[in-house]
């Protein structure tokens, strides 16, 4: 399993960003997987963001970005998407997607056996 993330960039505070996350490569495919968003700010440990179930149907979002974020899924396209709304400069990270392998939490990054290389998100006025 391969994943690949893009949507990245700079925005000002308040605004609107599209993260897709792409499944590729031979054997396994993500659409029977769990996926998840992690983020890592410089300086600070790689933390939760939020994570969909292989069908869609059960989500979660961390605390700090509950309301504002969404995650989805089309597993037709392989993908996974995170709407960021009012976006904050406490935002500004390292966005990776991550696919979830075997049982134990949801909200571990060590859970996660294959991710991508990751996606900048600046939020700066």
């Known amino acids: 399993v391969q994943l690949a993330e893009s949507g990245g960039g700079l925005v000002q505070p308040g605004d609107s960003l599209r993260l897709s996350c792409k499944g590729s490569?031979?054997?396994?495919?993500?659409?029977?997987?769990?996926l998840g968003w992690f983020r890592q700010a410089p300086g600070k440990e790689r933390e939760f963001v939020a994570f969909?179930?292989?069908?869609?149907?059960?989500?979660d979002y961390a605390g700090a970005v509950k309301g504002r974020f969404t995650v989805s899924r089309d597993n037709r396209r392989n993908s996974m998407f995170l709407q960021m709304n009012n976006l904050k400069p406490e935002d500004t990270a390292v966005y990776y997607c991550?696919?979830?392998?075997?049982?134990?939490?949801?909200?571990?990054?060590?859970?996660?056996?294959?991710w991508g290389q990751g996606t900048q998100v600046t939020v700066s006025s």
């Open positions: 991550a696919a979830h392998i075997g049982g134990g939490t949801l909200y571990d990054s060590k859970r996660y056996a294959y």
């Open positions: 490569g031979t054997g396994r495919t993500v659409t029977d997987l769990t």
């Open positions: 969909i179930g292989w069908n869609g149907r059960n989500t």
